[in-house]
């Protein structure tokens, strides 16, 4: 544990007053982390119980996919939106009403009487992803002191890439016991009790600067941001036209009961979040290496979806697979777009979800189009073409410079 400077040492090592301050310095970056873990939760919820929701609210599955396609429009726009707007206003208050808006709605989306309520909690729901990936990194990273900003900052990570790989399969298995308006309703219940813990810890998070407008061209200008963000959205927009009916290929195209898609939804969360850890040492070796793995097994799972059968030991290995893939793409891609945009990281984060949002959106917009005029098997295929263009980009285009290993090396570190 790291003591703050002193003017006076020798007093100020028996004072535990800064072993109490780190102490509450690191339950407010575990709320960041566990209110970023509710926030992914929900923007994925609907992809675990996609059907059970369409039959629930009369509407087809691709029209489903609309939950996920609409949030990830807002918040394509919202994330360097709010970033602006928001200027010197203490990231406090930010993070609180942002945590507010994420309770109301997952409540919303729980008693929707239809789904046109359901895609105005869904849009609210945009506002607070764009704004929770922009903000949150950043604000963590100041309540801790230099040496344990990359630890701050991993544990935020963590809680996002916990719940990519497990608010999924979370979320089916409460909707397959409960129904799919208690997953919601969990969900508000926990941002709720984020809610109170972040009013309790937080403190005051003034901005290290207000960002301008220009700031956010800056990756823009750089080759590599350029060509992570190109990346970014042949990769996710394949990944999501195919992940958001991933429920829908287990019951469908693989034959398997309520049960055993549960069952293997979770097998997908568990090595997904293995993959995640994995992803950290990977990337530390190479970025670029590390990001064509994950586009070459992703790839690879989506095409043999289509011709290794059915059954669960066929849908085990595409999950398998699928799974290991997808934790390794946060990791990897944030890793990307730090070294190519080191002096201006809030910049390349906020175009990163931006990114992110706009292939998220018309990853599940395409994918929901192809499943409904031409099946689920023609979506995985298309997807896999997708995702096979981003592997292209990357093993073309991206180059490992010197150095890089040691500075993605030392984002990542614990240290």
């Given at each position: 544990?790291?003591?703050?400077?002193?003017?006076?040492?020798?007093?100020?090592?028996?004072?535990?007053?800064?072993?109490?301050?780190?102490?509450?310095?690191?339950?407010?970056?575990?709320?960041?982390?566990?209110?970023?873990?509710?926030?992914?939760?929900?923007?994925?919820?609907?992809?675990?119980?996609?059907?059970?929701?369409?039959?629930?609210?009369?509407?087809?599955?691709?029209?489903?996919?609309?939950?996920?396609?609409?949030?990830?429009?807002?918040?394509?726009?919202?994330?360097?939106?709010?970033?602006?707007?928001?200027?010197?206003?203490?990231?406090?208050?930010?993070?609180i009403a942002l945590t507010t808006l994420l309770i109301a709605s997952n409540l919303l989306a729980a008693f929707a009487p239809n789904f046109a309520t359901m895609l105005v909690a869904r849009l609210m729901l945009g506002?607070?992803?764009?704004?929770?990936?922009?903000?949150?990194?950043?604000?963590?990273?100041?309540?801790?002191?230099?040496?344990?900003?990359?630890?701050?900052?991993?544990?935020?990570?963590?809680?996002?890439?916990?719940?990519?790989?497990?608010g999924v399969p979370a979320g089916s298995l409460l909707g397959t016991l409960f129904g799919w308006r208690a997953s919601f309703a969990v969900t508000g219940a926990l941002a709720a009790v984020v809610l109170l813990v972040?009013?309790?810890?937080?403190?005051?998070?003034?901005?290290?600067?207000a960002i301008g407008a220009r700031d956010l061209l800056t990756p823009l200008t750089r080759r590599m941001a350029q060509v992570g963000l190109l990346a970014v959205l042949f990769f996710i927009a394949g990944h999501f036209?195919?992940?958001?009916?991933?429920?829908?290929?287990?019951?469908?195209?693989?034959?398997?009961?309520?049960?055993?898609?549960?069952?293997?939804?979770?097998?997908?969360?568990?090595?997904?979040?293995?993959?995640?850890?994995?992803?950290?040492?990977?990337?530390?070796?190479?970025?670029?290496?590390?990001?064509?793995?994950?586009?070459?097994?992703?790839?690879?799972?989506?095409?043999?979806?289509?011709?290794?059968?059915?059954?669960?030991?066929?849908?085990?290995?595409?999950?398998?697979?699928?799974?290991?893939?997808?934790?390794?793409?946060?990791?990897?891609?944030?890793?990307?777009?730090?070294?190519?945009?080191?002096?201006?990281?809030?910049?390349?984060?906020?175009?990163?979800?931006?990114?992110?949002?706009?292939?998220?959106?018309?990853?599940?917009?395409?994918?929901?189009?192809?499943?409904?005029?031409?099946?689920?098997?023609?979506?995985?295929?298309?997807?896999?073409?997708?995702?096979?263009?981003?592997?292209?980009?990357?093993?073309?285009?991206?180059?490992?410079?010197?150095?890089?290993?040691?500075?993605?090396?030392?984002?990542?570190?614990?240290?």
């Amino acid at each position: 544990m790291m003591n703050s400077p002193s003017s006076n040492p020798c007093i100020d090592d028996l004072s535990p007053e800064p072993v109490k301050t780190t102490r509450s310095a690191w339950l407010a970056v575990s709320s960041i982390a566990v209110g970023t873990f509710a926030m992914v939760s929900t923007e994925f919820m609907p992809i675990g119980l996609l059907t059970d929701i369409a039959r629930g609210l009369n509407v087809s599955d691709g029209t489903a996919g609309l939950m996920i396609t609409m949030p990830g429009v807002l918040a394509a726009f919202a994330g360097p939106g709010l970033i602006v707007a928001s200027g010197r206003l203490d990231r406090r208050t930010v993070l609180i009403a942002l945590t507010t808006l994420l309770i109301a709605s997952n409540l919303l989306a729980a008693f929707a009487p239809n789904f046109a309520t359901m895609l105005v909690a869904r849009l609210m729901l945009g506002l607070c992803v764009g704004g929770f990936w922009t903000f949150a990194p950043a604000a963590a990273t100041q309540l801790v002191p230099q040496a344990s900003k990359a630890r701050a900052m991993s544990l935020v990570l963590a809680g996002v890439s916990a719940a990519t790989v497990l608010g999924v399969p979370a979320g089916s298995l409460l909707g397959t016991l409960f129904g799919w308006r208690a997953s919601f309703a969990v969900t508000g219940a926990l941002a709720a009790v984020v809610l109170l813990v972040q009013l309790w810890l937080l403190p005051a998070i003034p901005p290290v600067r207000a960002i301008g407008a220009r700031d956010l061209l800056t990756p823009l200008t750089r080759r590599m941001a350029q060509v992570g963000l190109l990346a970014v959205l042949f990769f996710i927009a394949g990944h999501f036209a195919a992940y958001t009916y991933l429920k829908p290929l287990l019951q469908q195209v693989f034959g398997l009961a309520p049960h055993s898609v549960s069952t293997l939804l979770l097998v997908y969360g568990a090595v997904g979040f293995i993959g995640t850890f994995l992803g950290g040492s990977l990337v530390a070796r190479s970025v670029r290496g590390t990001t064509l793995l994950a586009a070459l097994m992703l790839a690879t799972a989506l095409l043999l979806s289509t011709v290794i059968g059915s059954g669960f030991v066929a849908g085990a290995v595409v999950v398998f697979i699928w799974g290991v893939a997808f934790g390794l793409i946060p990791v990897a891609l944030t890793g990307w777009m730090m070294e190519a945009v080191p002096d201006a990281p809030e910049a390349g984060q906020a175009l990163l979800v931006s990114g992110f949002q706009v292939a998220i959106a018309s990853g599940a917009l395409i994918g929901g189009v192809t499943v409904d005029n031409y099946g689920i098997s023609s979506a995985m295929v298309l997807s896999g073409a997708l995702v096979l263009v981003a592997a292209l980009i990357v093993g073309t285009l991206g180059r490992a410079r010197g150095g890089a290993a040691r500075a993605t090396s030392s984002a990542f570190s614990p240290e």
